[in-house]
C-alpha cells in the first residue's frame, strides 16, 4: 500500500507531555495551526468554532495550576483554548463534535510543523469549564471545549500503534 503525508502525519502523531522553552512558535506556526483548525467538517458547515491562543507566561502557568491534569502546560510556550458558539451550532451538541474535529486538525498539523502537542479536557466537567470561562472572560454563549498544549519537543514518539483487528466488526457487532 503507498502511504502520503497526510497518512503518515496522521498515523505517527502522539500526546506530547514535554516542551522545550525555544525556539519561539512563530506567528506564522500559530496562524497556520489555526487555518487547520479552521478546515475542520461541521455539521451544516456552520464552523461553531472560536479559539484563545494564550501564550502569556501567567496564564499559562494559572492553568497549569489549576487542572489537575496540566502540569506540563509549565512547559509549554502556547496553549489554543478551543471554543463551542452556541449560537452557531446546527443544534445542543452538535459542537462538540465540530469543536472536537478542530482540535483534531490542530494537533495534526502541530505533528506536521514538527511541534508536540497535547488535548487537555476542558468539556464537560462544568468546574474546568467554569474557571477558564472565568479567567478568559468567554461570554455565556461560549463554552471551553479542549485546551491544547503546544511547543517544540524533543520527545521521541512511541512507535505507531499498530492495526487491532479485534476492536473491528464488520456488518454487525
Known amino acids: 500500500m503507498n502511504t502520503n503525508t497526510a497518512y503518515e502525519i496522521l498515523r505517527t502523531r502522539r500526546s506530547i507531555r514535554s516542551y522545550q522553552a525555544s525556539p519561539a512558535i512563530t506567528d506564522e506556526e500559530v496562524r497556520a495551526l489555526l487555518v487547520a483548525g479552521m478546515n475542520a467538517p461541521t455539521a451544516r458547515n456552520r464552523q461553531p468554532w472560536c479559539f484563545v491562543v494564550i501564550d502569556?507566561?501567567?496564564?499559562?502557568?494559572?492553568?497549569?495550576?489549576?487542572?489537575?491534569?496540566?502540569?506540563?502546560?509549565?512547559?509549554?510556550?502556547?496553549?489554543?483554548?478551543v471554543c463551542i458558539d452556541t449560537q452557531k451550532e446546527l443544534a445542543p451538541g452538535y459542537g462538540v463534535a465540530d469543536c472536537s474535529n478542530a482540535s483534531t486538525n490542530i494537533l495534526n498539523a502541530a505533528h506536521a510543523l514538527g511541534l508536540g502537542?497535547?488535548?487537555?479536557?476542558?468539556?464537560?466537567?462544568?468546574?474546568?469549564?467554569?474557571?477558564?470561562s472565568e479567567q478568559l472572560g468567554l461570554p455565556a454563549h461560549i463554552v471551553p471545549l479542549s485546551f491544547l498544549a503546544i511547543g517544540h519537543t524533543d520527545v521521541v514518539a512511541p512507535e505507531p500503534r499498530p492495526y487491532a483487528e479485534e476492536k473491528v466488526h464488520r456488518n454487525r457487532w
Not at 56 to 81: E, N, S, T
Not at 117 to 128: D, Q, T
Open 56 to 81: 502569556d507566561r501567567a496564564q499559562l502557568d494559572a492553568f497549569a495550576d489549576f487542572h489537575p491534569y496540566a502540569k506540563m502546560v509549565h512547559q509549554a510556550p502556547l496553549g489554543i483554548v
Open 117 to 132: 502537542s497535547l488535548w487537555i479536557g476542558i468539556y464537560p466537567r462544568e468546574e474546568r469549564m467554569k474557571w477558564l
